[in-house]
């Protein structure tokens, strides 16, 4: 791919909320520009190349891509919509120029789009609104224009970025258009705004040459690899620089290989200007976030502020009757090289060592985040336990402060009122409500992020899975006092074994049961859910004394009701604060964190003393 000019060169980032379509939108840029050949197969969301990204049907990381329109190069960055990943969005947009931002015409402006919003227009970015899936039914896209534009004002755009241009599109049948009502027969007029809207890079290609990284991806041969753009100057593959650390400390460094983008393929280059989007090897202490420099003039670049985690939870060693039976990393060691790998590339991630040599702290900026850590470690074959998540107190001005979460919440109008009682009794704060022309009610609540942990499976029930829920951070407040968050107890198992139909019958007259007959389990594993508060400890492993004697109708075949299997994300928000869950590659158990009922017993009576 030749590179012309800076002139040639256009740098964007496609951002929206969750499931509004931008990597549908970059599937139909790829294949309109010429990328694949036409007999060629497709795959569906071509850029969520991660398993876990294509079986939720999210964005987690994000990822860079190239495609030339009119002999201009569009570098494109397919970010992630979920609030919880903005960490990826906030660096990301020190790579681009503009914004494509994209929006449901049906659902309008969710909690990421004023996030990434609000940090596009402190870095000073070009925006261009697309208003997608103007085919969907019950589409109002004049009406999420005006909220665009509402929302634009809120947070302080400038003249310049408050006319933006808006072009209306389906990602899915691929087709735009810059007037709602002449639908189009392709992308041509989002290239064209595109291109005509996003100012060129700017800088001097004979300056010294400089790279900020915003990213750090890995490759098993040439290693750590180091992604950026050029700020200034140009840079050769095998040209010596200077790294600066955020720490002020600098380091002599050697680019081994140079790639630039195209298509969607890192492809090795010899050189790269101002502009550019490169990736480079040959820094094996990079971080996000450091400038590369020409030894001749060291001038590292500031680089954006990522918001602080507002979740933490504590990972563990599996020390359980079961450990080590299916994970091949168990020990300390094992997990602390792991999390801290993940600290080095996942930037609004912290991980910190404990009192203890087997537990480690890991803060994230909520509950999926952290939950899709644990589950890329089991599919990498790690075995441990974690705590429930907790939120991260801070003192402000000799204030107790908690994070306070933005909550918006789409239900027919008949949930309402169920939906309003339940976000209350957690402390929620109703900001905003509107009828919208579909029958379904917009609300919007402030409320601790304590009362969002668990709130999801009970919005659910409570809406009879209709209703629509997203939140993200929005700032820090005083403590709101004690929420009653969890109304139910825990079945807990009376001893080792199996769980065998016998028990198991006569367990679920108790409550709710989280396994089957055959499951092996042990002393202290949470086997099921009570409705009454307290937790009761049923022996699953009983099975029927054997006599002569029989009885009509008492020795027909026992019936069980099928058990609830819980998600990742169901046990995180399920267990109590001395509950955990065991995590390993085949299996996930919650347990007690004292398995024996009397040392649960002897730590309540300890609690109470004090």
């Known amino acids: 791919m030749a590179i012309g000019p800076q002139e040639n060169i256009r740098n964007i980032a496609i951002v929206a909320h969750v499931d509004h379509g931008k990597t549908t939108l970059v599937d139909q840029l790829l294949r309109q520009s010429g990328v694949f050949r036409e007999n060629e197969a497709l795959t569906d969301r071509v850029m969520d190349s991660n398993d876990l990204e294509r079986e939720r049907g999210i964005t987690i990381l994000a990822k860079n891509t190239a495609v030339i329109y009119k002999n201009i190069k569009i570098n494109i960055i397919d970010t992630p919509g979920h609030a919880d990943f903005g960490g990826e969005v906030e660096r990301i947009l020190m790579m681009v120029d503009g914004i494509v931002l994209l929006v449901d015409a049906?659902?309008?402006?969710m909690p990421q789009t004023r996030f990434v919003l609000r940090k596009a227009f402190s870095l000073g970015k070009t925006p261009i609104v697309v208003v997608n899936k103007v085919d969907r039914p019950f589409a109002r896209p004049a009406e999420v224009v005006d909220e665009i534009l509402d929302l634009f004002i809120d947070l302080?755009?400038?003249?310049?970025?408050?006319?933006?241009?808006?072009?209306?599109?389906?990602?899915?049948?691929?087709?735009?258009?810059?007037?709602?009502?002449?639908?189009?027969?392709?992308?041509?007029?989002?290239?064209?705004?595109?291109?005509?809207?996003?100012?060129?890079?700017?800088g001097d290609p004979y300056a010294p040459a400089q790279i900020l990284f915003s990213n750090i991806d890995a490759d098993e041969y040439v290693g750590?690899?180091?992604?950026?753009?050029?700020?200034?100057?140009?840079?050769?593959?095998?040209?010596?620089?200077?790294?600066?650390?955020?720490?002020?400390?600098?380091?002599?460094?050697?680019?081994?290989?140079?790639?630039?983008?195209?298509?969607?393929?890192?492809?090795?280059?010899?050189?790269?200007?101002?502009?550019?989007?490169?990736?480079?090897?040959?820094?094996?202490?990079?971080?996000i976030g450091e400038t590369a420099c020409?030894?001749?003039?060291v001038e590292p670049l500031p680089f954006v502020q990522i918001d602080e985690p507002t979740v933490s939870m504590m990972f563990m060693v599996?020390?359980?009757?079961?450990?080590?039976?299916?994970?091949k990393y168990v020990t300390s060691r094992n997990i602390r090289e792991r999390l801290f790998k993940e600290a080095e590339t996942n930037v609004a991630m912290r991980v910190e060592d404990t009192d203890s040599s087997d537990t480690f702290k890991?803060?994230?900026?909520?509950?999926?985040?952290?939950?899709?850590?644990?589950?890329?470690?089991?599919?990498?074959?790690?075995?441990?336990?974690?705590?429930?998540?907790?939120?991260?107190?801070?003192?402000?001005?000799?204030?107790?402060?908690?994070?306070v979460e933005l909550l918006m919440i789409e239900v027919p109008a008949d949930y309402v009122g169920a939906v309003m009682e339940?976000?209350?009794?957690r402390k929620g704060e109703l900001l905003n409500m509107d009828q919208r022309s579909t029958g379904y009610s917009h609300l919007e609540f402030r409320i601790p992020a304590r009362g969002i942990m668990g709130y999801r499976s009970e919005f659910l029930t409570d809406t009879n899975g209709n209703g629509i829920m997203n939140h993200i951070f929005d700032s820090y407040q005083p403590y709101k006092g004690d929420i009653q968050i969890r109304q139910q107890g825990s079945l807990i198992a009376f001893e080792t074994g199996e769980a065998v139909t016998y028990g198991l019958y006569n367990a679920q007259e108790r409550g709710k049961l989280f396994i089957g007959a055959g499951t092996d389990v042990y002393e202290g594993m949470i086997v099921g859910c009570s409705p009454k508060?307290?937790?009761?400890?049923?022996?699953v492993c009983k099975k029927k004394h054997v006599t002569n004697t029989r009885a009509s109708g008492s020795d027909d075949a026992l019936r069980l009701t099928s058990p609830t299997i819980l998600s990742l994300e169901q046990a995180l928000e399920f267990i109590a604060e001395d509950e955990l869950v065991e995590v390993t590659p085949h299996f996930m158990r919650l347990r007690k964190t004292l398995l024996t009922k009397e040392a649960r017993i002897k730590a309540q009576n300890k609690s109470k003393a004090n």
Do not use: W
Request: proline content about 4%; hydrophobic content about 35%.
């Open 318 to 327: 599996n020390n359980g009757p079961f450990a080590g039976r299916d994970g």
């Open 156 to 202: 302080g755009a400038d003249d310049e970025q408050i006319e933006f241009p808006v072009v209306y599109a389906s990602g899915r049948d691929g087709y735009s258009s810059l007037d709602v009502k002449t639908l189009g027969d392709d992308m041509v007029p989002l290239f064209e705004t595109i291109i005509n809207t996003v100012k060129p890079p700017v």
């Open 362 to 403: 890991v803060s994230g900026r909520g509950e999926l985040h952290l939950s899709i850590l644990i589950e890329t470690m089991r599919r990498q074959n790690f075995e441990f336990m974690v705590s429930r998540p907790q939120v991260i107190y801070k003192r402000i001005d000799g204030v107790l402060c908690e994070p």
């Open 422 to 425: 339940k976000v209350c009794s």
């Open 224 to 287: 750590k690899i180091g992604i950026g753009r050029v700020e200034r100057g140009t840079v050769m593959a095998g040209q010596q620089m200077v790294l600066c650390h955020a720490d002020n400390t600098t380091q002599n460094v050697k680019i081994g290989k140079l790639y630039q983008f195209e298509n969607l393929r890192r492809v090795e280059a010899l050189s790269a200007s101002v502009g550019d989007i490169i990736a480079v090897s040959g820094f094996a202490d990079l971080n």
């Open 533 to 539: 508060a307290e937790d009761i400890v049923v022996n």
């Open 294 to 297: 020409s030894p001749d003039c």
């Open 106 to 109: 049906f659902e309008g402006c």
